[in-house]
Nanobody
Framework: QVQLVESGGGSVQAGGSLRLSCAAS?????MAWFRQAPGRDREGVAA????????SYTDSVKGRFTISQDNAKNTLYLQMNSLKPEDTAIYYC???????????????????WGQGTQVTVSS
């Protein structure tokens, strides 16, 4: 059982930055950030292989968001720059402890989820 605790959400104006953190209580194989806006499906934002630096991003955040990890602290980060109103959503941290793919933006490949943190970007 892995517990995930997110922090760092908030409200910013368009063009601003936020950094999300996700502290994991145990071993993970892959981790990711997902988001869900009102009335929309959950969307994979960025994923990382916790045993290395392999990462993947959804097209809409490439060049603006960076996923990273601090293995010593068992913590995942999402640095979000140049935020847009369409980035407004609840952001969730997700983890898996095994698998074939080293990273994945498919929510079906994760079994542990955080409680979510709200990100609001105003124009």
């Amino acid at each position: 059982q892995v517990q995930l605790v997110e922090s760092g959400g908030g409200s910013v104006q368009a063009g601003g930055s936020l950094r999300l953190s996700c502290a994991a209580s145990g071993y993970t194989y892959r981790m990711a950030w997902f988001r869900q806006a009102p009335g929309r499906d959950r969307e994979g934002v960025a994923a990382i292989y916790t045993g290395g630096s392999l990462a993947s991003y959804t097209d809409s955040v490439k060049g603006r968001f960076t996923i990273s990890q601090d293995n010593a602290k068992n913590t995942l980060y999402l640095q979000m720059n140049s935020l847009k109103p369409e980035d407004t959503a609840i952001y969730y941290c997700a983890a898996a402890t095994s698998g074939v793919a080293r990273y994945s933006l498919n929510s079906n490949n994760y079994i542990y989820w955080g409680q979510g943190t709200q990100v609001t970007v105003s124009s």
